[in-house]
């Protein structure tokens, strides 16, 4: 059984920082499979960065610049360092274990943190 258990959420003034964080535990994953999504009131849930193994990072166009995604392999922690955040930044963010089709592993989700941005 895989768990992905986010951490590092909370309230947060406007230009703020906040660095969440996913430990990964269990047998059947890869964390170089991990990558983050988030989703807002009234909206679809919706990736905000991803790593590959090799570390080239992908970012939301509204997060580049802002948002980094980088990765503890001997940890199995995968985190999110995220700066000058704004209101509308405000979501319940998410781990995700993506497997390729075909890789023989599961799709997990974390049961997510939330993040408040205040104006």
């Known amino acids: 059984q895989v768990q992905l258990v986010e951490s590092g959420g909370g309230l947060v003034q406007a230009g703020g920082s906040l660095r969440l964080s996913c430990a990964a ?9 991990i990558d983050w999504y988030r989703q807002a009131p009234g909206k679809q849930r919706e ?32 985190y999110l ?21 075909g890789w023989g592993l599961r799709e997990y989700w974390g049961q997510g943190t939330q993040v408040t941005v205040s104006s």
Request: overall charge positive.
């Open 25 to 33: 535990s269990g047998s059947g994953f890869s964390i170089n499979l």
């Open 47 to 78: 990736l905000v960065a991803a790593i590959s193994s090799g570390g080239t990072t992908n970012y939301a166009d509204s997060v580049k610049g802002r948002f980094t995604i980088s990765r503890d392999n001997a940890k199995k922690t995968v």
């Open 81 to 101: 360092q995220m700066n000058s955040l704004k209101p509308e930044d405000t979501a319940v963010y998410y781990c995700h274990h993506s497997p390729p089709y």
